[in-house]
């Protein structure tokens, strides 16, 4: 992927000048590690880690290119991969579409044709000092910028995008393993993705009578490696705020804190419950409310402006309920870290229900720029099907509870 297309920069203010479409491969072996290569000296952003991938010549599809990107770069020759997330970031000279692929199947061993080193990462949590380091070297980096500013001398773009990306360690409180060199800003958001698993379990219990066999379910779930739970009650019998209903949220919050598993709240129930959570799914009223009472406001590494993380639960995820494109647009502005989209499929619980079809659910993907669970009709046997239609996994609650 060229430096040209990856560096972080601000939107442009006028017509873009022409139109970039990129195909990114997200390289990812069955132990979870990400393929990385580095850029050879004599290119722009010499020594920086990025994901392979290229632009789209005429007449490919994204895979298409996709494939034969990943075989003039790294001679491995794609047998599995799906259309993920699409960014969209305009800079002064272009606009560019980043369409980012999960690559889970491939014939050969990675090797770099274009004199670049290749490297297998792992993520994990990183300390305090990780990130202490990590924003020491940051501010480091610009305060050298704005010495040079000083003199009289204008640096260019490409100093102003390397002096201000951030490490992972700094971003997003990851670190790699092994560690590696900085990391050009594209990288940065699939890494992000990459952390929120691919099957959403939403809880339907109705009351304290519901609860055992619901403890029960959740327990094999986890066991079977679910590690991403949503705790919506809306027909909780003794309404959505009861003792009876919090008192329930703190048995499964037990066990999905054993499990290594997140449970997020659904705002429907109250705010004050959040900070015992890992986090709130808002529904798409609450997220629209959300926004428009959010005042503080930043840029994403693509030049979008998003709401300030200080603006909601510090330290907690975000998720989104959408039904369509506006949704999807609140929830990208939300820094959400997914949403949810639906009804896909018809439900039992739902019959006759408009709903909108897998043809539907990828046209509105292709332009959510953040993960999209499908949801409606959903279970193990949706899933792949899912994926193939841009899904970053799947939700649901009999399907997987």
């Given at each position: 992927?060229?430096?040209?297309t990856?560096?972080a920069?601000?939107?442009?203010?006028?017509?873009?000048?022409?139109?970039?479409?990129?195909?990114?491969?997200?390289?990812?072996?069955?132990?979870?590690?990400l393929?990385?290569?580095?850029?050879?000296?004599?290119?722009?952003?010499?020594?920086?880690?990025?994901?392979?991938?290229?632009?789209?010549?005429p007449?490919e599809?994204?895979?298409?290119?996709?494939?034969?990107?990943?075989?003039e770069?790294?001679?491995?020759?794609?047998?599995?991969?799906?259309?993920?997330?699409?960014?969209?970031?305009?800079?002064?000279?272009?606009t560019?579409?980043?369409?980012?692929?999960?690559?889970?199947?491939?014939?050969?061993?990675?090797?770099?044709?274009?004199?670049?080193?290749?490297?297998?990462?792992?993520?994990?949590?990183?300390?305090?000092?990780?990130?202490?380091?990590?924003r020491?070297?940051?501010?480091?980096?610009?305060?050298?910028?704005?010495?040079r500013?000083?003199?009289?001398?204008?640096?260019?773009?490409?100093?102003?995008?390397?002096?201000?990306?951030?490490?992972?360690?700094?971003?997003?409180g990851?670190?790699?393993?092994?560690?590696?060199?900085?990391?050009?800003?594209?990288?940065?958001?699939?890494?992000?993705?990459?952390?929120?698993?691919t099957?959403?379990?939403?809880?339907?219990?109705?009351?304290?009578?519901?609860?055992?066999?619901?403890?029960?379910r959740?327990?094999?779930?986890?066991?079977?490696?679910?590690?991403?739970?949503?705790?919506?009650?809306?027909?909780?019998?003794?309404?959505?705020?009861a003792?009876?209903?919090?008192d329930?949220?703190?048995?499964?919050?037990?066990?999905?804190?054993?499990?290594?598993?997140?449970?997020?709240?659904?705002?429907?129930?109250?705010?004050?419950?959040?900070?015992?959570?890992?986090?709130?799914?808002?529904?798409?009223?609450?997220?629209?409310?959300?926004?428009?009472?959010?005042?503080?406001?930043?840029?994403?590494?693509?030049?979008?402006?998003?709401?300030?993380?200080t603006?909601?639960?510090?330290g907690?995820?975000?998720?989104?309920?959408?039904?369509?494109?506006?949704?999807?647009?609140?929830?990208?502005?939300?820094?959400?870290?997914?949403?949810?989209?639906?009804?896909?499929?018809?439900?039992?619980?739902?019959?006759?229900?408009?709903?909108?079809?897998?043809?539907?659910?990828?046209e509105?993907?292709?332009s959510a720029?953040?993960?999209?669970?499908?949801?409606?009709?959903q279970?193990?046997?949706?899933?792949?099907?899912?994926?193939?239609?841009?899904?970053?996994?799947?939700?649901?609650?009999?399907?997987?509870?």
């Amino acid at each position: 992927m060229t430096a040209e297309t990856t560096g972080a920069g601000k939107a442009a203010t006028s017509a873009p000048v022409k139109l970039l479409d990129v195909a990114v491969g997200v390289v990812i072996r069955a132990d979870g590690s990400l393929l990385l290569g580095q850029r050879p000296d004599g290119k722009p952003y010499a020594g920086w880690w990025e994901l392979p991938g290229g632009k789209l010549e005429p007449g490919e599809t994204v895979l298409e290119a996709l494939a034969r990107e990943l075989k003039e770069e790294v001679d491995i020759d794609v047998t599995a991969s799906t259309p993920w997330v699409t960014h969209i970031h305009a800079y002064s000279h272009a606009t560019v579409r980043l369409f980012f692929c999960r690559v889970t199947a491939w014939t050969g061993e990675p090797r770099g044709l274009e004199s670049q080193a290749l490297q297998w990462v792992g993520s994990r949590l990183a300390t305090e000092d990780e990130i202490a380091t990590a924003r020491v070297a940051l501010s480091d980096r610009l305060a050298a910028l704005e010495a040079r500013k000083a003199t009289g001398e204008t640096p260019g773009d490409l100093d102003v995008a390397q002096a201000r990306a951030q490490a992972p360690e700094d971003a997003l409180g990851l670190a790699l393993t092994p560690a590696v060199g900085p990391l050009l800003p594209a990288a940065l958001p699939p890494l992000r993705w990459l952390q929120v698993p691919t099957r959403y379990a939403i809880t339907n219990m109705g009351g304290p009578a519901g609860l055992p066999a619901f403890l029960a379910r959740l327990d094999a779930a986890l066991a079977s490696g679910l590690k991403l739970v949503q705790l919506r009650e809306p027909g909780w019998v003794d309404g959505v705020d009861a003792d009876s209903l919090f008192d329930a949220m703190q048995q499964i919050l037990a066990r999905t804190r054993f499990a290594g598993a997140r449970l997020l709240v659904n705002s429907v129930h109250p705010a004050a419950w959040w900070s015992f959570s890992d986090g709130v799914h808002f529904r798409a009223t609450d997220a629209a409310h959300a926004l428009q009472a959010a005042d503080v406001a930043e840029n994403d590494d693509f030049g979008n402006q998003v709401v300030a993380p200080t603006a909601l639960p510090a330290g907690k995820w975000r998720a989104v309920s959408a039904h369509n494109a506006a949704d999807l647009a609140c929830a990208r502005a939300l820094d959400a870290e997914f949403a949810v989209l639906g009804p896909v499929l018809e439900t039992a619980s739902h019959p006759g229900a408009v709903t909108l079809g897998w043809k539907g659910f990828a046209e509105l993907v292709q332009s959510a720029g953040l993960p999209v669970f499908a949801l409606g009709g959903q279970s193990e046997a949706t899933e792949q099907v899912a994926r193939e239609h841009g899904a970053h996994g799947i939700a649901g609650i009999r399907g997987l509870l």
